[in-house]
């Protein structure tokens, strides 16, 4: 089994995204997925179609009860992959959680009988650095970075690389294991550069495939749907069904 954190120190470059659509497609694979919601914008219980104020148990438990691990916030839901849930009650655990010894550690702790029973937990984090994604990347065997193909997104990852380093002192193996360049309009030429600079600079943790910009993934979450049941034959689909493949590949048994 693998643990990936999902996480880069940018808003908007495609993590929840990633996390959703990798996730499901893995699934179809036949891999046992589960999806972490470590975000108090819940952005990805909703894509899957949960509204957060309805949430019963949300991953903030979780982390408040690490010994009792996720089962019991964990939601089946009707594509495949297991969901814990966030709900809007998260942004309040920063604040819970400030003074606790070992916070840090909560989900690594919550995971620990768990990750048995999945071959890959993708946990989607926050775009700033906090208690959530510190504990996404202390829980995390490998990092996943989705990297808009943009050069304000490439001039953030030295920010994340100094972040992986710190976690090191609690997470030592934690390393990038990919790099997932998203958002790409090839029709620029600026994106086809950023691009070979990311190659370059990330060699071969930069995944093959290129995530395309396709609309039909900024329609899917609003209709609360991954994008293989949203729009299958769409561009996007066919990326993360490939990207599929290759994550399978790099970290699979
Ligand atoms: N390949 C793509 N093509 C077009 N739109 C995309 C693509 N990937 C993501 N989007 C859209 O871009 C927006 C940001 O994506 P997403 O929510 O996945 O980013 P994020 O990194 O999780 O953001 P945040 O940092 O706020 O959590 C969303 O509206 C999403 O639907
Ligand atoms: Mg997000």
Do not use: C, W
């Amino acid at each position: 089994m693998t643990v990936l954190a999902v996480a880069m120190q940018k808003g908007g470059v495609g993590k929840t995204t990633t996390t959703l659509s990798l996730g499901v497609e893995l699934a179809q694979m036949g891999a046992r997925v589960l999806l972490i919601d470590i975000d108090p914008q819940s952005n990805l219980t909703m894509a899957l179609g949960y509204d957060p104020t309805e949430i019963e148990h949300s991953v903030y438990e979780v982390l408040l009860n690490p010994v009792h691990g996720p089962g019991f916030a964990t939601i089946p839901t009707g594509y495949g992959v297991d969901l814990v849930p966030a709900t809007l009650a998260l942004a309040g655990a920063e604040l819970a959680l400030a003074g606790r010894f070992g916070r840090e550690l909560l989900l690594r702790t919550a995971l620990q009988e768990t990750r048995r029973a999945y071959d890959y937990i993708l946990i989607d984090s926050p775009p700033s650095l906090g208690v959530f994604t510190v504990n996404a990347l202390t829980a995390a065997d490998s990092v996943l970075v989705p990297l808009q193909a943009h050069v304000f997104a490439l001039k953030a990852m030295p920010q994340l690389e100094e972040t992986i380093r710190i976690v090191r002192q609690l997470n030592p193996a934690l390393q990038i294991g990919g790099v997932a360049v998203t958002m790409v309009d090839r029709r620029t030429s600026v994106n086809a550069l950023v691009e070979d600079a990311i190659r370059r600079e990330y060699g071969a943790v930069v995944f093959q495939t290129v995530v395309p910009f396709n609309v039909k993934l900024v329609e899917s979450p609003a209709a609360g749907q991954p994008i293989s049941a949203y729009a299958a034959d769409s561009s996007g689909a066919r990326a993360y069904r490939d990207l599929a493949q290759e994550v399978a590949a790099r970290y699979g048994k």
